[in-house]
């Protein structure tokens, strides 16, 4: 919402955000007019960090051509039981890098830690200490990580 926005509705008390983040309104403009704005701090926390997941399973085991390979019946005609169509990457004792250790990340990171996965988190603020994760900076993150995920408002 733009302060062009915002001039049309000058009733306007509340803005709740149904998403982490409020950069979609113009913050300055709301506390020029005594607007409150909010928004949902939790929302989504699982499903991102398991879309997180989702995609770099893609990227690592090729899951929707596998797929699309046994419904075209090529498990069924496999001489052997190695049935891969592609290199697959295999998480455990690879680095995970986060750029961002909210709620998110750090739900990100467990699931990487569950995976085998070493990680090595950057965040703005001071974090309390998780177990198996290694706070670093960006640069760090970048040149040591087998696979970076940013999680940045």
Known sequence: LSAENLAELPHLKLISVLATGVNVVDLEA?????ITVCN?????????????FALLLELTNQTALHAAEVRDGGWSSCPD????RG???????????????GAIG????????ALGMNVLAARR?????????????????FRESDV????CP
């Open 30 to 34: 709301a506390g020029a007019r005594g």
């Open 106 to 113: 750090q739900a990100v990171a467990a699931v990487g830690r």
């Open 125 to 141: 603020k001071s974090s309390v200490s998780a177990e198996g994760v290694t706070y670093t900076d960006v640069d760090t993150i």
């Open 148 to 151: 970076v995920s940013l999680h």
């Open 40 to 52: 949902v701090p939790g929302y989504s926390t699982p499903n991102v960090a398991q879309a997180v």
């Open 87 to 101: 290199e697959l990457v295999e998480l455990d004792g690879r680095t995970l890098g986060l750029v961002g250790y």
């Open 81 to 84: 039981f190695c049935f891969w």
